[in-house]
């Protein structure tokens, strides 16, 4: 099986096999209750023969409680990559040891050297810190204790809370100078700096969840009320104010590596949306095209917002469409037409409340 290499993709994988909820993490649970220690190997014997020495082998079906007393004894216990079989217990495992390691325990310098040497998942149990460590490669992960784990989860909770009611706001004022034709670009710096620090601590948020496993049910349940139509949101608004016609998942996936510091940077921002710092002006008035006017109307397609985008492109020529003009676009009914032009005037009452 072709390992994971970069950090996210190693989680997941790691998260999958041995989250609470998994087959492997009841096991491990049992060994930590009982207070043992324990050092597990995920492979296949024939490849990993070069490393192993003694014990015996037993190919028997995985049961938790089976692992739970294999434990019990010295050495290695070898399990299958999909957790069904236990190939072998009681192994000593014989790696290279001039591979580096800075880890003090026998057990965990052998897990960390056979991870290294092999690439296989190695999963120690610590008797003494009661500590649950995994590593693959040279990545290696201890595992949060689920208490401090739910603590950090909720902390991430109430702060993706308060940055969704900070895009509410923004959003909000970034309509009312829409509608008043007078949007900045720095309006559309700090927009997208809300949005990006709203994602990075999404991102903290998904890695805190996907450890909790089954124990992460609730949270999840509050992070998707959270998330709801945020992607739509920020995409609507990548494509109302880029410069160029970068594709919107590429900007996207480079948000997503944006540190802190980044998105407090406006030049970075720029870059992004495909702006010169040198030959802009942060107080230039600049009129978005209308995805994020139209994203606010339910019952029409990505089509739809297309067609119309591309018709009167910008959000001023949009609202001062008729319904005969829009019904002879393209795919677009006289019905749909009147229920289009029925939202702008709710959404522009709306957005005239909001102002007072």
């Given at each position: ?5 970069n ?20 096991a ?31 190919n ?41 390691t ?48 739910l ?8 702060a ?9 706001k ?17 309006d ?33 349940i ?10 739509e949101g ?85 609202l ?37």
């Amino acid at each position: 099986m072709k390992k994971p290499t970069n950090r996210k993709k190693i989680l997941e994988y790691i998260f999958e096999i041995i989250s609470p909820g998994s087959k492997l993490r009841e096991a491990v649970g049992r060994i930590q209750e009982a207070k043992l220690g324990a050092l597990i190997v995920l492979g296949n014997p024939e490849e990993l023969k070069d490393v192993m020495g003694g014990g015996f082998e037993l190919n028997a079906e995985y049961s938790p409680q089976r692992v739970y007393e294999l434990s019990k004894m010295d050495g290695a216990i070898i399990l299958s990559e999909d957790i069904e079989t236990i190939y072998g217990a009681n192994i000593q495992l014989q790696p290279n040891y001039n591979i580096e390691t800075d880890e003090s325990g026998t057990r965990h310098q052998a897990a960390h050297r056979i991870a290294q040497q092999k690439g296989n998942l190695v999963i120690t149990v610590s008797e003494r810190r009661n500590k649950i460590t995994v590593y693959l490669g040279k990545f290696r992960y201890l595992l949060n204790d689920i208490g401090s784990l739910l603590t950090k989860a909720s902390q991430a909770i109430t702060a993706l809370e308060k940055y969704s009611i900070n895009i509410e706001k923004i959003r909000t004022n970034l309509s009312i100078l829409e509608y008043d034709n007078t949007v900045m670009l720095f309006d559309v710096i700090e927009c997208f700096r809300t949005y990006g620090l709203f994602f990075r601590m999404s991102e903290e948020l998904k890695e805190y969840m996907s450890e909790l496993g089954t124990e992460g049910r609730l949270i999840k349940i509050q992070y998707e009320e959270i998330m709801l139509n945020k992607n739509e949101g920020f995409e609507a608004l990548i494509k109302d104010y880029q410069k160029d016609c970068t594709k919107i998942e590429k900007i996207l996936n480079k948000v997503k590596d944006l540190t802190k510091e980044d998105l407090l940077d406006d030049e970075k921002i720029l870059n992004l949306l495909g702006y010169d710092i040198n030959a802009t002006n942060l107080d230039e008035k600049i009129e978005p095209r209308g995805y994020g006017l139209l994203n606010n109307i339910s019952k029409i397609t990505k089509k739809d917002k297309e067609t119309l985008v591309k018709e009167f492109s910008g959000v001023q020529s949009i609202l001062a469409a008729s319904v005969q003009k829009v019904t002879e676009l393209k795919g677009i009914s006289k019905f749909k037409a009147l229920h289009i032009s029925k939202a702008l005037k709710r959404i522009k009452n709306k957005t005239a409340l909001d102002r007072e």
